[in-house]
């Protein structure tokens, strides 16, 4: 509980940077910055969970826990998405995400 | 009566039938020939045995000759309705035996000789088997629904036979032309039998004919557009008949009919099966008597009056010599008609009805007669035009005689048996109405008149330019000749009316000389025109007819009614009508189909570019979605 | 092994054997044998149902139950009438005939007959189901293989036709199954179990308004694969791209399904719907009738020629089954078994005649009647049969739909009749037309007078489906009986 602050101001802010990370996931076209936008996406979730514990629930740690397991997950997601991406770098030489639309009619 | 030989009658030429059809390869032509004689041969003996049988024998009980009747089921229709198998033994059809047997007979010895050589010498016997079995099976009907079945066997027999020389493309289209004619007039028979079966529950003729019986005595009970029920059915299968027996306007696949070899014309198209529709209304003549006042007895009458003058004045003009006897078996046919139109019930007044069917014994001998002649003629010069022929009497003296008596029978000279059914049906109708005897007078003079023209065109006159000499015909040709011939001459003698009655009692006629010396003078007169016109080559006919201009043009052209059954048929029904169902079907129904699959394929290919391919597409539906929901969650949750 | 599921054990046998099968001569055997097996099986149910129906009085006879699914209580339930014993004939008799056909089949001859026999599984099936959801997967049997079989044997736009005639029929089936459903779920209206099985459900008085709103349903799901007008166009290019047998088979058997279950099921579980509907589907097949006549006289190809016949004949069929009554339904079912055999004669014909002549167009073939003689007699007379002509199977099976029909006395039936009727006359033209045209005349084209003549398997075939449509001709009093007796219970419903 941060005194002076209320929940709102914070979610607004964590809103915001979550839909930072939707805008660049769908409008950047390098394959990295995508993952970056990723992660921007999954820490305001993180926020999200220990703020509304604190503020909401401040008598339990739950939402703190399955922060620790999110931040857990962000990691491994992005080792595999780099391992992906590496892998795709070898075939078409190139990691912009315009080149990667194959999988179509 | 032990019928068992009545029912052999039919079955000789069906085995023949068989036979032939069967083992063809294996049978020598020769062989075949004899077989088909042989079984006719039979079969004729057997018809004048019980012809015999049932005259002189039997006779009449209680002054009535009885209708003997054996039939079997052959299908169930309802608990009631159903159709027989059978034969029916009265006057008439005993009468029909022995002119189909006899008729028969002489055209397959005849033929003998015309087809010899012919490629399909078994196939001709074998159909000719198939008709004449078709024919006895007619006769010896015993209900409607029999004698419908037979009836359209007969048809078949007659597309096979006109059609029989195949290769030739007129001989098709006449065959196919016969037969579409005859069944659109089927159509109107197999309507009228449907509503006898409904109207009255039976198809028996038995039944049906009773004066005292349910159908004729409630006709009145069901009525449709002021005429009872019963009427229309008579009319449409008397249409029926007309379509078989080439009355106007279903008259036009006789005169294409003499495709087929003369000797198919002379048993078919002259003495058998085109009176099949006189038969048919003869069959059911109580019913047209009673029923409304024998209202479609009147139309008999008139259609038969009518065709018997058209016919006669196309025949006038016509220059190949089997039409012009085609045109002639019409007017006969009309004859009839009217004398069965005209005709009464009881005793006497049944005048009519005894003239028709006298007439038709008496013709059934002349006109095959004139038929087997003109084939002779056809044999020897090979051709059938007039203005080919000329002066045959020199070569061919037995066909010249004998083509004369037939001749002199159709012209109505006494004594020969023309003169005798002829003056009845004219004492008839005069009896019923002056229009129609006046009119048949006329005809009488025409039919004169025309056949003369014919008989001095063949054997007087210049002769035609023949390239090999032509000789008489070989025994087995001229034997039927000399034979139907003696028929023409002493067929009149019997005493008809004794026998063959509307009533079937049997009555005494008397010779009314007034009409009788007013028909033969008629006859004269024809054949006085005729002598003077065509005995010797001249100017005569030709400037007459000059004279007549459109009239003779048009008669010569047969009142243009082939061309407007043309233009109908192929303008009309089959490039309007089939033509537009076709392609009706192939764009617009088909078409709907296929647009459906094509529309189907179209928007698959709108929808497809969902699938892009790229990531951050599929993340923006993604996220779009879970927007929605999200909304709607909440929406629901607050309220 | 009770007697009816032989019809498809032996069927599938011959599958399970053809399968180790190398090459033609090896896979015909195999195929001739399972058929001829089978068609002595028919001829054998029929005499043993002749004998059981002067003991058993049930509506249906040699019936065996077995539960599938209870959940639904969908049964494995099969039996037969009078009715189902003469399809079952007419099936076997065709298989066989179109196994002799099929004599010479060079390409992929092992999956050729494969899928023809899995075909009449389908159809064995379906004559003898009992159960609507058995029914219903047979007629799916039946349906199926068509595609394969017209896409890879057929002549012709063979793909395009393939897939109009699968498309179609199983569109037809998405909507025979909603009426299926529409009937299963309303089979308890007196309380008690939803049912699948036809008989039970004849017993239950379904509500009115659910039979007026299933039975157009299901009648246009079962009467698309019997031709009804407007849904009849996979017909024409089915039936001309389809190899010999396959079209003997769809237009012999196949199509006679639509209205053995327009009978079996529309018009018997839902009597109150028939008499309700009737007059619009009178108005459709009536029309069909003559329209297809008509179709038929400016066709070129003799397979058009013949699939328009079809539909023209058929239409009868159908017609006369919505007349309701026992005269018109025993002439809809002796028209299914004479037509069934003479179209497969006709497309045997054709067969013939385009193998020897590589043509299917009428004007040019012609002359036919001097090279070809068997096989243009047989022409003819099959074309005498099918314009209705007494002594064949036709006139019986036409003149008791006459006169079925004409037992109505209302106006607009008498129209209808009478417009049905006509078609007598316009068959006699397009039928004596081809035969003009093609058998008759001279000789159109020189190498014509080199072709073959009758081999001894097609004769074989040929005789096998002339001899029961002269059979049938001649002496149809045993059949129709039989028939006749079968109908009393289908009446109570609709009177």
């Not at chain 1, 070898?90 to 009619?105: A, F, G, L, N, P």
């Amino acid at each position: 509980m941060i005194p002076g602050i209320s929940i709102y101001e914070i979610l607004t802010v964590t809103s915001i940077l979550f839909f930072i990370g939707v805008y660049g996931f769908i409008t950047r076209t390098n394959l990295i910055s995508i993952l970056i936008s990723v992660e921007l996406m999954l820490n305001a979730s993180v926020v999200n969970f220990v703020i509304i514990n604190k503020y909401l629930f401040p008598e339990v740690l739950q939402g703190v826990y399955f922060s620790i397991f999110i931040i857990a997950v962000a990691a491994a997601e992005t080792a595999l998405a780099v391992s992906i991406i590496i892998n795709l770098y070898r075939q078409i030489s190139s990691v912009e995400v315009k080149d990667i639309e194959t999988m179509k009619y | 009566m032990n019928l068992n030989h009545i029912i052999l009658i039919p079955l000789i030429p069906l085995a023949v039938f068989l036979i032939l059809g069967l083992f063809y390869n294996k049978i020598k032509p020769a062989v075949s020939g004899y077989v088909g004689v042989l079984g006719l041969l039979i079969s004729t003996s057997l018809a004048f045995y019980s012809a015999y049988n049932y005259f002189f024998v039997i006779g009449k009980t209680e002054g009535v000759y009885q209708t003997i009747v054996e039939k079997t089921v052959w299908m169930n229709f309802t608990d009631s309705l159903h159709i027989d198998m059978g034969i029916l033994v009265d006057p008439i059809s005993v009468m029909m035996l022995i002119v189909v047997s006899v008729i028969s007979l002489m055209v397959h010895i005849y033929s003998r000789g015309y087809m010899k050589g012919d490629p399909g010498y078994t196939k001709y016997f074998a159909f000719l088997s198939l008709f004449t079995f078709s024919m006895y099976g007619l006769v010896l009907a015993t209900n409607l629904f029999q004698i419908y079945i037979f009836w359209e066997l007969v048809g078949v027999s007659s597309y096979l036979l006109i059609g029989y020389y195949y290769t030739k493309e007129s001989a098709v289209a006449a065959a196919k032309k016969a037969f579409v004619v005859t069944r659109f007039a089927d159509l109107g028979f197999l309507i009228g039998i449907l509503i006898i079966g409904y109207y009255t529950g039976t198809f028996d003729f038995e039944t049906l004919n009773n004066p005292e019986g349910t159908s004729i005595l409630n006709w009145a009970s069901t009525s449709f557009m002021g005429l009872s029920a019963l009427t229309w059915a008579l009319v449409l299968i008397f249409i029926g008949g007309a379509g078989k027996s080439a009355m106007f306007p279903l008259h036009i696949w006789l005169p294409d009919a003499m495709e087929g070899p003369t000797p198919v014309s002379a048993l078919i198209h002259a003495a058998t099966m085109v009176v099949a529709g006189v038969y048919l209304v003869a069959r059911l003549f109580p019913m047209y008597y009673f029923i409304e006042d024998g209202f479609a007895l009147n139309i008999v009458a008139f259609v038969g009056a009518f065709t018997a003058l058209f016919a006669a004045v196309i025949a006038i003009t016509q220059t190949d010599i089997k039409r012009v006897l085609a045109f002639s078996t019409m007017s006969q046919l009309g004859y009839m008609m009217l004398a069965l139109g005209v005709s009464g019930y009881e005793g006497h007044e049944g005048l009519g009805y005894m003239a028709s069917m006298f007439h038709l014994f008496t013709h059934a001998m002349f006109k095959a007669l004139l038929f087997l002649c003109a084939g002779s003629v056809i044999h020897a010069i090979h051709s059938n035009y007039l203005k080919d022929m000329g002066g045959l009497r020199k070569y061919m003296p037995i066909t010249n005689i004998t083509f004369l008596i037939a001749a002199l029978a159709i012209a109505g000279v006494p004594p020969l048996a023309g003169f005798w059914s002829k003056d009845e049906i004219l004492v008839a109708a005069f009896e019923h109405n002056k229009f129609l005897y006046i009119i048949g007078l006329f005809v009488a003079g025409l039919t004169a008149f025309y056949i003369f023209r014919i008989y001095f065109g063949i054997f007087w006159g210049k002769e035609g330019a023949y390239k090999n000499k032509p000789h008489e015909s070989p025994w087995s040709m001229t034997t039927p000749l000399l034979i139907l011939a003696f028929l023409s001459i002493v067929g009149g003698f019997i005493p008809f009316s004794e026998f063959i009655s509307a009533d079937q009692a049997g009555f005494e006629t008397h010779m009314n000389y007034p009409l009788a010396a007013i028909a033969v003078f008629a006859g004269l007169i024809g054949i006085g025109l005729s002598w003077l016109f065509y005995k010797k080559e001249n100017e005569l006919a030709d400037k007459f007819a000059n004279r007549l201009g459109v009239l003779f043009t048009s008669a010569f052209h047969k009142f243009y009614f082939d061309e407007l059954y043309l233009f109908v048929t192929k303008k009309i029904l089959f490039n309007i009508i089939a033509r537009s169902a076709a392609r009706f079907d192939k764009k617009y129904v088909d078409g709907t189909m296929v647009g459906i699959g094509n529309q189907t394929v179209n928007t698959s290919e709108k929808i497809k570019g969902l699938q892009s391919g790229k990531v951050q597409d599929y993340a923006f539906a993604f996220i779009a979605g879970a927007v929605v929901i999200a909304i709607i969650f909440i929406y629901i949750w607050t309220n | 092994m009770d007697i009816l599921s032989l019809f498809i054990v032996v069927p599938a046998l011959t599958v399970l054997v053809l399968i180790f099968t190398k090459n033609l001569k090896q896979a015909r055997m195999v195929a001739l044998a399972g058929s001829l097996v089978q068609l002595g099986m028919a001829i054998n149910l029929l005499f043993s149902y002749i004998k059981e129906r002067e003991i058993n009085e049930a509506i249906m006879v040699f019936t065996k139950d077995v539960v599938w699914f209870k959940n639904f209580n969908i049964h494995y339930n099969i039996g037969v009438d009078g009715i189902s014993v003469a399809l079952l004939l007419l099936t076997a008799i065709v298989v066989l005939a179109g196994v002799f056909i099929s004599w010479k089949m060079e390409d992929l001859p092992k999956e050729f007959f494969i899928s023809l026999i899995v075909l009449s599984i389908g159809v064995y099936g379906f004559f003898i189901s009992i159960d609507l959801f058995t029914m219903f997967v047979f007629f799916e049997i039946a349906v199926i293989p068509m595609y394969l079989l017209i896409g890879i044997w057929g002549t012709g736009p063979r793909e395009f036709s393939a897939m109009k005639l699968t498309l179609m029929l199983m569109g037809a089936s998405a909507v025979l199954l909603v009426g299926i459903l529409g009937i299963y779920f309303n089979s308890n209206a007196d309380g008690g179990a939803l049912t699948f099985n036809i008989l039970e459900i004849a017993k239950v008085n379904i509500p009115v308004e659910a039979q007026r709103l299933f039975f157009p349903i299901t009648f246009i799901g079962f009467a698309v694969i019997g031709a009804l007008f407007p849904f009849h166009t996979w017909s024409p290019d089915g039936h001309a791209s389809a190899p010999t047998a396959v079209s003997m088979l769809h237009a012999g058997v196949l199509m006679k399904l639509g209205g053995y279950g327009v009978f079996r099921v529309a018009i018997f579980l839902l009597p109150e719907g028939a008499l309700h509907w009737s007059w619009f589907f009178i108005i459709l097949s009536a029309f069909g009738v003559i329209y297809g006549a008509f179709a038929a006289i400016k066709q070129t190809d003799l397979k058009y020629i013949n699939a328009y016949s079809s539909v023209s004949h058929l239409g009868l069929v159908l017609f006369a089954l919505l007349m309701l009554n026992k005269t018109a339904w025993n002439g809809a079912i002796l028209q299914s078994l004479s037509h069934g055999f003479m179209t497969a004669l006709f497309f045997a014909l054709i067969g013939m005649i385009y193998g020897r002549t590589h043509t299917r167009d009428v004007t040019k073939l012609g002359g036919l009647l001097k090279v070809i003689p068997f096989i243009s007699a047989v022409y003819v007379i099959a074309g005498l049969a099918s314009l209705g002509l007494p002594g064949f199977s036709g006139f019986v099976a036409e003149m008791n739909i006459f006169v079925g029909a004409f037992e109505k006395d209302d106006i607009f039936y008498r129209i209808a009749t009478v417009i049905a009727v006509s078609a007598i006359v316009v068959t006699a033209v397009y039928i004596l037309r081809v035969v003009g045209i093609m058998l008759m005349g001279p000789v159109k084209n020189e190498a014509y007078l080199n072709i073959e003549r009758v081999r001894w398997y097609e004769k074989l075939g040929i005789l096998l489906l002339l001899l029961p449509i002269i059979a049938i001709g001649v002496a149809p009093l045993w059949l129709s009986e039989m028939i006749l007796k079968s109908l009393d219970p289908f009446l109570k419903g609709v009177l």
